[in-house]
């Protein structure tokens, strides 16, 4: 058990639609980030957030976004979803964003169908 | 960062060493050799990582090159449990070190 919580483990959603993925750190961690897996694309760094502001971005759709509340939970929304968003996401988080471990979450799978 | 190369599979025998061959040869001096895993469809799992020197700690084993152009994973007793793609990744500790993940490396681990 890394200490990142993801939810929920599963969504099922139509094309179109908008969700919301949530993620909490480690205890401590104020830096966030989120990845994404697909079969055809691997594992892709999607967006990172440090103590609530944006640090560094990656290969995120304008269709995508998030953000890192006060709490340090982060959500990442994505709306006018297609077939091809259909992956896994996974958070991570770790001290200050700068070269430390990233310690991962389990993950939320998305079906778009 | 610099661009890994790694054998997309592997095999090894259960209860035996598992060596798993990394090759960064563009890396810069300022950059770190990371190993991590995913079992499964699950999350990435941290093992262990180096700079110069060889590394140990309760998972497994990081050498180094003196060159630094390649790193050798080491399992030093592989469990079926062990059985997952194992990726070396190669970054700065510069913020926002996002982590470039290539194939990686299926390991099978047989009885």
């Known amino acids: 058990d890394s200490g990142v919580t993801q939810t929920p483990k599963h969504l099922i959603t139509a094309t179109g639609q908008r969700v919301t993925l949530r993620c909490s750190p480690r205890s401590g961690d104020l830096s966030v980030y989120w990845y994404q897996q697909s079969l055809d694309q691997g594992l892709q760094f999607l967006i990172q957030?440090?103590?609530?502001?944006e640090r560094a971005k990656g290969n995120i759709l304008e269709r995508f976004s998030a953000q890192q509340f006060p709490d340090l939970h982060s959500e990442l929304n994505l709306s006018s979803l297609e077939l091809g968003d259909s992956a896994l996401y996974f958070c991570?988080?770790?001290?200050w964003g700068a070269g430390e471990t990233q310690y991962f979450g389990p993950g939320t799978r998305l079906l778009v169908l | 960062d610099a661009k890994t190369t790694q054998p997309p599979s592997m095999d090894c025998a259960e209860g035996r060493a598992a060596n798993l061959p990394c090759n960064h040869s563009t890396i810069s001096g300022n950059e770190y050799v990371y190993w991590y895993r995913q079992i499964h469809s699950q999350g990435p799992q941290y093992i262990i990582h180096?700079?110069?020197n060889n590394e140990t700690n309760e998972m497994a084993s990081l050498i180094i090159t003196e060159d630094r152009k390649s790193s050798t994973l080491i399992l030093p007793h592989a469990t079926l449990r062990d059985t997952a793609v194992y990726y070396c990744i190669v970054t700065n500790n510069n913020a926002g070190n996002m982590l470039t993940f290539g194939g990686g490396t299926r390991l099978m681990v047989k009885p």
């Open positions: 180096g700079l110069k």
């Open positions: 991570a988080s770790s001290p």
């Open positions: 957030y440090y103590n609530g502001e």
